[in-house]
């Protein structure tokens, strides 16, 4: 099973970036500063002020392309000071932005995916 994940997860390229956002826990009002370091139409990784732990939903917004663009998400994994995470909702819109992105960056050669 952890093999048919790791399989589909290579499916799907990530983009590394280094974009400032705001996340909130999904039971608090406050939203915080956090950097955004990578991400897919999947899933993101982002490093916050307040420790994260496994299982954690939190809502993310940033800009991208300045256009505004906002998720929840699930932590599924912790590295050190990181956290990445499963998108569980997203619009269409905003996912089709980042596969646009991701597409360009692949096209131009510039950046490489993860």
């Known amino acids: 099973m952890a093999e048919k994940a790791r399989d589909h997860k290579r499916e799907h390229g990530r983009l590394k970036v280094a974009v ?34 496994q299982g954690d ?33 997203m619009s269409d819109a905003d996912r089709d932005l980042i596969q646009e992105t991701l597409n360009r960056e692949l096209l131009s050669g510039n950046t490489p995916l993860q």
């Open 20 to 53: 400032d956002g705001q996340y909130r826990f999904t039971d608090s009002e406050d939203w915080m500063p956090c950097s955004l370091i990578d991400i897919s139409t999947r899933g993101m990784a982002l490093v916050g002020k307040k420790s994260f732990y």
């Open 57 to 89: 939903k939190i809502e993310v917004r940033f800009v991208l392309e300045k256009r505004h663009v906002h998720a929840q998400v699930e932590i599924t994994n912790l590295i050190g000071k990181k956290a990445g995470g499963r998108i569980t909702v």
